[in-house]
């Protein structure tokens, strides 16, 4: 199970960090892919962020250098860093993992387990 928290409301510039939080009978995020993925309304989702089990980070072009994912291993949940936030940037997020692949694969339909989702509004 996956649990996403800490998305709201900010002002085009502003920060937020949001959480995606493992249950560690089913999910250690030490040692799988954990993407994170963003839906805007109309929009397609697309996986804008990952880490993989040894903690190698991507990241694509329209966040690098504003998100940056960090992971706490004790508390298995991994956060999401996102600074500079744009109104662009406003979407549903998740974060998703699944435990059968070596890295993070690019293709959405490669991750059998979601979090719910967390809303980012960003306002201009």
């Known amino acids: 199970q996956l649990v996403e928290s800490g998305g709201g409301s900010v002002q085009s510039g502003g920060s937020l960090r949001v959480s995606c939080a493992a249950s560690p009978s089913t999910h250690d995020i030490s040692t799988f892919c954990i993407a994170w993925f963003r839906q805007a309304p109309g929009m397609e989702r697309e996986q804008f962020a990952s880490?993989?089990?040894?903690?190698?980070?991507s990241y694509a072009e329209s966040v690098k250098d504003r998100f940056t994912i960090s992971r706490d291993n004790y508390k298995n949940t991994l956060y999401l860093q996102m600074n500079n936030l744009k109104p662009e940037d406003a979407a549903m997020y998740y974060c998703a993992t699944d435990n059968r692949w070596i890295g993070c694969p690019s293709d959405e339909r490669n991750f059998r387990y979601w979090g719910q989702g967390t809303q980012i509004t960003v306002s201009s």
């Open positions: 880490i993989t089990e040894d903690g190698r980070t």
